[in-house]
Every structure is written in structure tokens, then in C-alpha cells.
């Protein structure tokens, strides 16, 4: 049985137990007339014997589904001559891969030796046995745990409670995965980071100013070393970054302080929903549009002018990307703005000031925290933009404050490090998880940045 029916089969199940655990609880107290007898409502009695007759089937689904694979490629290895299993991890890895093309079709069984061949069949054999001991395991799991907990169906019985239970530690597990998640990144971009730091010292990656991570095969290759300073992809990180913040924090806010202060209520039904629109192009739209139009635009005006702009620049990249931040701030501040109580508004205008003055001295000042906190998310989404860089400010390391000129950012090399086959032992390759971990930190400390902020100038009112 294939698992997408058997999924099915196990829903079915489901719905049959909360059917019938609700149905006894119901009959239990003489039909619905007698509901107020039962400790909890009918609907608790059915979604705990859905409950019971899931979860087993679930987990023992879960643990085939994580498990059946390596099972049964050990069995199938086993099935084969005896010097096959004895041989060394890499090849034997390398035999276990052709038997797993042989099965999804890459290649034909004819092409395939007679080992391939005879252990592809095997492992289809036990694979079908498998996936029918499964389908049998699993329902006989859904059926005997909704019986069992359909027999525990008691007017007394505290189905409400367990019921609140369960979902408690089901919220727990989810908020435990997020948090166990984000401490499995960190410590595995640690662990290559460290890795990298015993190559190559802290201070030339910190304080280094030229960046060229090529490694060469040999000693007497030209770059046989590598650089690797960090501080020309940083200054490039930040330059670009400046250069959007500029870009979207006046017009996001000025938007916004538009929209939800002097637009009428029909113009703003029709002109947010547009401007959060930018919000969900892709960024390599943003990208072809950066290289194509915004790159040349600005290289012709700057020989109208007598300047050299590169086609690949800052400035281009800082002002397409600064146009993909304006939704953030905008929609963020909005919100803000329009969160004010309106009383606020009232007592300033009765001590006279006009509308400007209001929002100026007691609009803004009020909505500064969320306005503070919605730059700051720009700023991280500016730091972490790679494929508009990639597009339009280029793969050149240089350390420049000139708009005009080609530079890079840290997403962008991490991305070109990592591209194709990579060997996780060179300088060149963990010096990705090097500049990642700086990202992280650099992230950090602008959300605690955010934090102490909202925190210093929260408002709470009524």
C-alpha cells in the first residue's frame, strides 16, 4: 500500500473514532437531553478517542518512514555475496547508490551487473513486504486505540482535561522544535567556523582587506595561500545596505504616515493592498530589473554627467533593493501609527494643534517603537538580500565607499563558495560558514538592538 492511502486510511479511521466516541458519550447519559450530565462536551469525548486512535499509527509511521531505508539497505546488503558487506564504506556506499538508480529508474537494469540487479529486486521485495506490514501494523494500532480509549467513555470521565493536555504538550513539542532547530544551525555553523578559525587566524579574517578564498592545487600555483579578509564584503554588505535604508525608510514612512493619517478610507482599501504588493514579487524579479534597466539607467546618466559608474554598482543594488524594503516599513508602520488611540489624537487637536503638529509631536512619538522595529527588520532584510546583489552589484571584493563602483556582500560569496561539488576541508569552503556566523552575530545585535529599543520607549495604553 502506498503511504499517501494508507494516510488516507488512517484519516478515516479518525473521524470513525470521534463519530463514535462522541456517539457513546451521547448514549451514556440517555441521548442529548442528558448532555449537562457528562463532565465534558460531547465533542471532547470524540476528539479524545480521534486522539488515541492517531497518534500510534503516526508514531509508527513516522519511525518507518525514518527508519525503513536504512533497514532495508542492510538487508539488502546482506543478501549479497559475502564479500560485498565486508568491503569499505565508500565503496560499499557506491554499490548501495547504483542498486538505488537501478530502482528509480536512472538506469536501465540491463546496464546493470547481475548483483545490481539481483539485490534491486530484493530490496523491492522487502520493500513491498515492508510497506504491507506497515499498512496492517498501523491499522491495527489506529483500531485498538480508539477501542480502548471507546471503552474508557465514562460520564465522568475528564475528556476535557486530557484532551487540553495533550494539545499543551503538542504546543510545547512545536515551540521545542523551533527552539532546538535554531540551536542545531548555530552550533553547526559554529563547529565549521571553528574549523576555519584553526586555518586561518581571527585577525586576518576580521581585519583583513582583501578577500580572495581561491586555494590552488599545488604550492607553486599562483594564490596557493588565499586571503581572506572579511572586511570588503562587510563594508559592501553595509554600503548597499545604507544606500536601501535610505531609499525605503523616508518613502515607507511618509507612505504610511499618509495612508493611515490623511488618505480616505476608499483611496487606502485599494493603495495598501498595492504598495504590500511589492512585498510578494520574487527577488530575482527585482534582480533581472536591477541589471536590466536600473544598472544600464544609471550608467548613461553618469557619462551624461562626466562620471564613471560601473553597470555593476552599489547603487543600483542599494536602490532596487531599497524599493523591495519599502512594503516592510510602510505596512509595519501603518500599523503602528494606526494602533495610537484615538483619544490622543482628540486631546491634542482640543489644545489646538493642527494635524501636522499632532502627528509630529504626539502620533509618532507614540508609534516610535514599532517604527524603530520595522527599520530594524529592513535593515536585516537588506543585509540578507543576495540574489539583487548578485544581479546588480557584482562578485568584485572591493573595498570602496563610492556607490558607483562594483562591490559584494557576505550572502553573495557565501552562495558562490558553496556553488557545485565542494570539499568541507579547505579554507576556501569553511570560510561560507566563517562569514555566516558573522552575518548571524551582525542579525543579533540588531534585533537586541530592536528589543532595548521597544522595550525604553514602549507606551502602553488603554
Not at 33 to 39: A, E, I, P, W, Y
Not at 56 to 74: C, E, K, Y
Not at 102 to 117: F, Q, T
Request: net charge positive; with cysteine.
Amino acid at each position: 500500500m502506498q503511504i499517501s492511502s494508507l494516510v488516507l486510511l488512517l484519516a478515516f479511521l479518525t473521524l470513525l473514532a470521534y463519530r463514535f466516541g462522541r456517539g457513546r458519550a451521547v448514549r451514556l447519559v440517555g441521548g442529548p437531553r442528558g448532555v449537562r450530565d457528562l463532565h465534558s462536551l460531547p465533542s471532547y469525548y470524540g476528539a479524545l478517542a480521534a486522539v488515541w486512535c492517531a497518534v500510534p499509527s503516526l508514531v509508527i509511521l513516522l519511525a518507518w518512514q525514518g527508519f525503513s531505508d536504512r533497514v532495508l539497505t542492510h538487508l539488502t546488503v546482506q543478501s549479497m555475496p559475502a564479500s560485498v558487506p565486508a568491503l569499505p564504506a565508500a565503496e560499499l556506499g557506491l554499490i548501495t547508490n547504483d542498486v538505488r538508480n537501478v530502482i528509480r529508474g536512472s538506469v536501465p537494469p540491463a546496464s546493470a551487473s547481475p548483483e545490481i540487479r539481483a539485490a534491486a529486486a530484493t530490496y523491492q521485495s522487502l520493500e513491498s513486504a515492508a510497506r504491507a506490514g506497515l499498512a496492517v501494523l498501523c491499522t491495527l494500532a489506529a483500531v485498538l486505540g480508539g477501542f480502548v480509549l471507546w471503552r474508557r467513555i465514562a460520564p465522568d470521565l475528564r475528556a476535557r482535561n486530557e484532551v487540553e493536555r495533550l494539545v499543551m504538550w503538542l504546543l510545547i513539542g512545536c515551540a521545542s522544535i523551533a527552539i532546538l532547530t535554531t540551536i542545531g544551525i548555530v552550533l553547526s555553523v559554529l563547529y565549521e567556523a571553528l574549523r576555519f578559525f584553526g586555518k586561518v587566524p581571527v585577525t586576518d579574517f576580521l581585519f583583513g582587506t582583501h578577500w580572495s578564498p581561491q586555494m590552488a592545487l599545488s604550492a607553486d600555483q599562483v594564490g596557493s595561500s588565499g586571503a581572506f579578509g572579511a572586511v570588503p564584503l562587510f563594508a559592501g554588505t553595509l554600503l548597499i545596505a545604507i544606500i536601501a535604508m535610505l531609499v525605503a525608510v523616508p518613502i515607507g514612512l511618509f507612505a504610511a504616515i499618509y495612508l493611515a493619517e490623511y488618505a480616505d478610507r476608499r483611496f487606502r482599501a485599494v493603495a495598501k493592498p498595492l504598495l504590500e504588493t511589492l512585498a510578494g514579487i520574487p527577488t530575482v524579479v527585482y534582480g533581472f530589473f536591477a541589471a536590466l534597466t536600473v544598472g544600464p539607467a544609471l550608467r548613461d546618466l553618469g557619462q551624461m554627467l562626466g562620471l564613471a559608474v560601473s553597470t555593476e554598482s552599489a547603487l543600483a543594488a542599494g536602490l532596487v533593493m531599497g524599493i523591495m524594503i519599502i512594503p516592510f516599513i510602510s505596512s509595519l508602520a501603518d500599523d503602528m501609527i494606526t494602533a495610537v488611540p484615538q483619544a490622543m489624537r482628540d486631546g491634542s487637536s482640543a489644545l489646538g494643534a493642527t494635524r501636522s503638529e499632532t502627528i509630529r509631536k504626539v502620533v509618532l512619538p507614540a508609534a516610535l517603537p514599532g517604527i524603530v522595529g520595522g527599520v530594524l527588520l529592513g535593515v536585516s532584510r537588506a543585509i540578507g538580500e543576495t540574489m539583487i546583489v548578485v544581479m546588480a552589484a557584482g562578485l568584485s571584493a572591493n573595498l570602496t565607499a563610492n556607490p558607483l563602483q562594483a562591490v559584494t556582500t557576505v550572502t553573495v560569496q557565501i552562495v558562490t563558495l558553496l556553488v557545485g561539488d565542494q570539499e568541507f576541508d579547505s579554507p576556501k569552503t569553511l570560510a561560507a560558514f566563517a562569514l555566516g556566523l558573522g552575518l548571524f552575530l551582525t542579525t543579533l545585535l540588531l534585533n537586541i538592538i530592536a528589543l532595548k529599543v521597544v522595550r525604553r520607549y514602549r507606551e502602553q495604553y488603554e
